[in-house]
């Protein structure tokens, strides 16, 4: 655990701004994965959803991007968002503090949470996967929702064998590293994903079951990106957010990744009634209510 809380401590402290406004830009790729695998097919849809919402909570908000999108989608004369976090509290409360009605915390969600009072809507997305215990941290989240709030999750999915070897070997040979020496590795598998891309090749692949590959036509760069090994790169983000990113990935050790199923069960075992799924090529977003 103390390699990863560095990871993210090292990571926040040294790009405070890391696509904060990418993820408030109407249209940008980033806003509209998260808005999309949630099932809201734009910020209005978002605003729609959160109206009658009280007391929002973002768990493991990071740099405060999705807490601020949650805030301006939101009435701050009604709405209370509350974000929490285990080590980059202090940047997005700097982040944040434009915002009105926005209180940020320092919590572990493997810890007593109760004192944060109750929420109508809990938003902890691409975070669970980096704590030691995820389903007990799913479980914690729980205890603080409302009776007829909901929860949104998102975690990484297992991948093809192949990328699930190659990431675990490249993680396994950087995570021991200072910050400064692992942005240096990620900037080379950076330098690959940017060649590939700007490569703008589409290939013809065959069907492949053992190393469950789909026949089907892709993109050179996401044909490597989701069978082989994480080499991220957005044109729409510097080439250091693109490393920043790939480092996110590479960089902590604690990264677990699940199926479907396993996370369906968090929700059953804790009487969380399912009402969307989205299971896409990275991860698993599973949206529930508390009957």
Avoid at 29 to 40: A, F, K, P, S, V
């Amino acid at each position: 655990m103390k390699n990863t809380k560095k990871s993210f401590k090292d990571k926040w402290e040294n790009n405070k701004k890391l696509v904060f406004q990418e993820t408030l830009k109407n249209g940008s790729d980033i806003q509209t994965w998260i808005l999309q695998r949630n099932g809201w097919n734009s910020k209005q849809c978002l605003r729609s959803y959160l109206k009658e919402k009280k007391r929002i909570l973002d768990a493991g908000c990071g740099n405060g991007r999705v807490t601020a999108l949650l805030r301006e989608c939101s009435d701050p004369r009604y709405t209370e968002v509350v974000g929490i976090d285990l080590v980059s509290d202090k940047v997005a409360k700097n982040n944040l503090k434009g915002y009105k009605n926005v209180s940020v915390y320092r919590k572990d969600l493997l810890s007593n949470l109760n004192n944060l009072g109750k929420f109508d809507f809990i938003y902890c997305q691409e975070v669970l996967h980096h704590t030691a215990h995820p389903e007990k941290a799913f479980t914690n989240l729980t205890k603080i929702l409302k009776q007829n709030g909901e929860i949104a999750v998102y975690v990484y999915k297992k991948k093809a064998p192949v990328r699930e070897f190659i990431d675990d070997y490249i993680r396994d040979n950087i995570s021991c590293l200072k910050y400064e020496d692992a942005i240096r590795a990620t900037d080379q598998i950076t330098k690959l994903g940017k060649v590939l891309s700007g490569k703008k090749m589409k290939i013809n692949i065959p069907q492949v079951d053992v190393l469950q590959i789909k026949k089907g036509t892709y993109d050179l760069q996401r044909f490597i990106y989701h069978h082989f090994m994480k080499c991220f790169w957005n044109d729409h983000l510097s080439f250091k957010e693109n490393s920043v990113i790939n480092y996110d990935w590479y960089h902590p050790q604690i990264c677990s990744r699940h199926t479907i199923k396993e996370v369906q069960s968090w929700y059953k075992s804790n009487k969380i009634k399912i009402i969307h799924e989205n299971t896409d090529d990275y991860g698993i977003t599973i949206r529930g209510i508390k009957i």
